[in-house]
């Protein structure tokens, strides 16, 4: 008999409909906890979190659900409803392969994780997260065992952020960045161009509040689709229709909350521009954490600090802290500071020091050639090695970024992988709109957000990674406009 393919493709999307949303309901109360629950809320959070985790791994996986797959693999289907099909394949042969009490444990250790992190950070107690991170660490490399036992657990853990871009292409590009980097940050500790923070006083969480409120404003964030928090590491969740963005607020230095709001939006960017009629299926979900990062990469960098950026913002920033030329904005935007320790704060050619260094540490971590306790110590001496600075303070070392405490081992990669495709797609859109720096001086960013939409955002996960840059680009994924852009750009500001 033949299939029913409008039916059973019909039946197939509810069934990815059901596990999307109880995704997407995780994320709210994962969004909640780091944001607004009270710090006694963890135990019933983390047995929340697990009940959802466990209910999505098991539609995933039943048996409903591969009989859908094996019968549309076998049917002539259109391009976008194959796309679906060859996401949902993938993700189910993972899943299928992780036993759903295994996916329950890593759901509840991660929730736990994040308290514990936070206070080890707030008392720059390594030892207290220690335990936690090993028994994460562990889970995950019985997850990735379960995946595929004879391949390197990292590139599998990898491949849950980066599922089209292989381990060995991220290698190469980390190698080729360190290799431009390094002697480029050296050039430009050695010229006698320096920028400073035209910032010396203090200012209150409620003033950088209302700043961070107006540059939103400025580039357009829909409040009705969004809101503005702090949380102890900036980050955005949410869906096409509800894409929230957080901040976090050091007293004596707001370029870094606003550089990290300029950031967040470039992600809440790309979340409402997947198309809402596809909401629930892989058509409307982003293409995965290379593809994300760009986007944060690609407004924070190539829009938030070019020198109309600053020329626009200038009186903005003047209204609420005082005045400030927008030279004198657009050179702290830029400056590069080596000794400085935090990654989120790093400018934008150091930055990727703190990637390597974080990924390096992670793989040691995974394979067992770094025990858990020696972290610290890893850290402090890459970190002297890299960047000629050691941490004083764990909390300033090697307990500064949450994803650990979420079990994220193999995100940091895709920071700089999205690093240099946002200069791929940024060099893209002015070969069509023409000078985009033009029209962010005259606030016009609907013209680039408008290519976005057309040529990254509206395709969802149409295309695998590779697919998307030539379609975007009409080139394959290269770090070479990355690498022309940063030498081009600090060759000048410092005089190289």
Not at 98 to 116: F, M, Q
Not at 317 to 333: I, M
Not at 452 to 476: I, S
């Amino acid at each position: 008999m033949a299939t029913d393919q409008p039916s059973q493709y019909d039946d197939f999307l509810t069934r990815v409909r059901r596990i999307s949303n109880l995704q997407t309901a995780g994320g709210v109360l994962s969004w909640d906890q780091q944001v607004m629950m009270p710090e006694g809320g963890t135990p019933a959070r983390s047995k929340q979190l697990s009940t959802l985790s466990a209910l999505s791994h098991e539609l995933l996986t039943d048996e409903g659900m591969a009989t859908h797959l094996d019968a549309l693999e076998s049917t002539d289907l259109d391009d976008d409803r194959r796309a679906v099909v060859r996401e949902l394949r993938r993700e189910h042969d993972r899943a299928a392969s992780v036993p759903a009490d295994l996916v329950e444990e890593i759901s509840e250790a991660t929730s736990e994780a994040l308290s514990v992190w936070q206070r080890a950070k707030d008392e720059d107690d390594f030892e207290h997260f220690a335990p936690t991170l090993e028994r994460l660490v562990e889970l995950k490399r019985e997850y990735a065992a379960h995946i595929d036992p004879d391949a390197d657990p990292y590139a599998v853990l990898f491949a849950d952020y980066e599922p089209y871009l292989d381990l060995e292409t991220a290698e190469r590009v980390l190698e080729r960045l360190r290799e431009r980097l390094v002697p480029l940050i050296e050039a430009v500790e050695a010229s006698d161009v320096s920028f400073e923070s035209p910032f010396s006083g203090t200012y209150d969480d409620e003033t950088q509040m209302a700043l961070a409120r107006d540059v939103l404003d400025t580039l357009g964030y829909p409040w009705e689709r969004g809101r503005l928090d702090t949380a102890p590491h900036p980050f955005m969740s949410g869906t096409q229709f509800d894409a929230r963005v957080t901040t976090r607020f050091k007293p004596d230095e707001p370029m870094d909350a606003l550089t990290a709001v300029v950031h967040e939006f470039g992600h809440a960017t790309y979340q409402l521009g997947l198309p809402d009629e596809a909401y629930g299926t892989p058509l409307g979900r982003s293409r995965d954490l290379t593809v994300h990062e760009s986007q944060s990469r690609l407004w924070e960098n190539h829009v938030g600090r070019t020198r109309a950026f600053w020329d626009l913002l200038a009186p903005v920033v003047s209204d609420h802290l005082g005045d400030v030329s927008s030279g004198e904005l657009f050179e702290a935007a830029n400056r590069v500071y080596p000794d400085n320790l935090i990654r989120v704060e790093a400018d934008e050619l150091t930055y990727h020091l703190h990637i390597i260094l974080r990924f390096e540490i992670e793989r040691a971590l995974v394979s067992g050639d770094l025990a858990v306790a020696d972290v610290p110590e890893a850290w402090n001496d890459k970190m002297e090695s890299y960047l000629g600075v050691r941490p004083e303070t764990d909390a300033e070392g090697c307990l500064q970024d949450i994803h650990w405490a979420h079990a994220n081992f193999g995100y940091f990669p895709t920071y700089s992988l999205g690093s240099v495709l946002a200069a791929q797609l940024f060099a893209a859109a002015e070969r069509d709109v023409g000078d985009v720096e033009a029209q962010v001086r005259e606030g016009d960013f609907d013209t680039l957000r408008d290519w976005l939409r057309e040529h990254v955002h509206r395709h969802g996960q149409r295309y695998t990674t590779p697919d998307l840059v030539r379609e975007a680009t009409g080139e394959a994924y290269t770090a070479d406009y990355f690498l022309d852009y940063v030498e081009g750009k600090y060759g000048d500001l410092y005089d190289l």
